[in-house]
């Protein structure tokens, strides 16, 4: 197994500048878009919830908010009432989805997920976990399990120079 990379990434940082923030987001959410990531989610999330009609999500980390939208729009073509939290510690991340949001089945709150008052019926987490240390992890598998009724869906990639590389190889040749 390839060891994980402790070199911080721009979104590791505290508060990115406003113009590469925005633009290394924007990225994230295409990547999310064009490799197929955003309807793997859909499909998974489909696949954990059967038949019901109606369902809860929570998006822990949410970006730009984009899964969230995505997510609405598919729910509701697929005759499902789906309420989705977009969900991020970050006020500038969560200012940003607000200003790029318009369904009124998704809203987005500066909060730890901890914090947050009930259950969701599914908690998903894309492409954070590799930002958090061993110890932050357990601590976030226990409170999303703690939150889920249904489960807990995670896409994510392996920190490590081999990732890394293939990401940064990725986001050149694309753009």
């Not at 070199?7 to 590469?20: C, F, H, Q, Y």
């Not at 901890?114 to 930002?131: K, R």
Request: glycine share 6%; proline share 3%; hydrophobic share 45%.
């Amino acid at each position: 197994m390839i060891g994980r990379s402790q070199k911080k990434e721009i979104l590791d940082a505290e508060i990115p500048e406003p113009g590469v923030f925005l633009k290394v987001m924007n990225r994230l959410a295409w990547q999310n878009r064009i490799t197929g990531h955003n309807y793997w989610l859909f499909k998974s999330i489909q696949t954990l919830i059967g038949q019901r009609k109606s369902l809860t999500v929570l998006d822990v980390g949410t970006g730009l908010g984009d899964i969230p939208k995505y997510l609405s729009d598919k729910f509701t073509k697929a005759g499902v009432e789906a309420r989705i939290t977009g969900v991020d510690t970050n006020k500038q991340v969560i200012d940003l989805a607000v200003q790029e949001s318009s369904s009124p089945t998704v809203s987005f709150v500066c909060q730890r997920m901890e914090d947050l008052p009930g259950t969701f019926d599914v908690v998903i987490a894309s492409q954070m976990i590799h930002h958090l240390d061993p110890e932050e992890a357990v601590a976030f598998f226990r409170a999303a399990y703690a939150k889920a009724n249904i489960g807990v869906i995670v896409s994510d990639f392996s920190r490590s120079w081999l990732a890394s590389v293939l990401v940064k190889l990725f986001m050149y040749v694309t753009f």
